[in-house]
């Protein structure tokens, strides 16, 4: 039986050893986690939640050394993913891909997946809240994969050149709130706390936004999560994000 037939039947342990160590067009560098085990982690994760879980693939063409074709992943909310507890509905989300054998494996790029999508996708398991509470706290304390952000909101899975890391100062924030927030008696979903100065402010879903303004104001362009377990970096000048881990070296 064929990789296609076993995955839309709900096999996805044929996926082991499928993906290349690579990505589409990046190569991991050394100490860092490869492609098949990136996708693997995520694979893993959405079938605990949705043990239905299936993978159909349609439409294939083949363009020179890569294939193009259109994936549908299709299964049933059953239980909590990333700290999002089990909705108990169905979810079908359906993109284009484009697919580069690499020996007897494959890298795999999701084409034109929109971050107004992959919201979309996020808010049917319960993960992001409704468009009109979206400067709200978060229902549940979700905590996406790093590694999954990166790709939702550069479109790569390798980091972007980025030209302000030696800015970098301060690395664990003083205080767990927006002060200027708690002066005007408003509430935020998230904080971010900048990397040269230390300064906290509320995040860009916020309706005050006050660690965008701290960038507009003073030009420190690196912001990272203090939300949670978060540590990801955010770099407003290059559109750069960069996993928690990055922080180690400045520890």
Not at 49 to 78: C, K, R, W, Y
Not at 200 to 227: F, W
Request: include cysteine; proline fraction near 8%; glycine fraction near 8%.
């Amino acid at each position: 039986m064929s990789l296609a037939e076993e995955l839309s039947r709900g096999n996805l342990d044929v996926l082991d050893g499928a993906f290349s160590t690579r990505f589409f067009s990046y190569e991991p560098e050394g100490g860092e986690p490869t492609a098949d085990e990136r996708i693997l982690a995520i694979v893993s994760d959405l079938k605990m939640a949705m043990p239905d879980l299936s993978i159909s693939i349609d439409g294939v063409n083949h363009d020179g050394e890569v294939f193009t074709a259109t994936v549908t992943f299709t299964g049933t909310h059953q239980h909590p993913l990333w700290g999002a507890p089990a909705t108990g509905e169905p979810l079908t989300w359906t993109t284009p891909v484009s697919i580069k054998p690499i020996g007897d494996t494959f890298a795999v790029r999701f084409d034109d997946v929109s971050l107004p999508d992959i919201i979309g996708v996020f808010r049917q398991l319960g993960m992001v809240n409704p468009p009109d509470e979206l400067d709200q706290p978060p229902r549940y304390p979700i905590t996406l994969p790093d590694f999954l952000l990166k790709v939702v909101y550069t479109g790569q899975a390798g980091d972007k050149p980025c030209s302000h890391l030696d800015q970098i100062n301060v690395v664990e924030p003083s205080t767990r709130a927006c002060a200027q927030c708690v002066a005007e008696g408003t509430i935020w979903p998230a904080l971010r706390m900048c990397l040269t100065c230390g300064f906290v402010g509320c995040c860009d879903t916020s309706k005050n936004k006050h660690a965008n303004q701290h960038y507009e104001d003073t030009g420190h362009p690196l912001m990272r999560s203090i939300r949670m377990d978060e540590a990801w970096v955010w770099c407003y000048e290059d559109s750069a994000f960069f996993e928690g881990t990055a922080l180690d070296r400045y520890r």
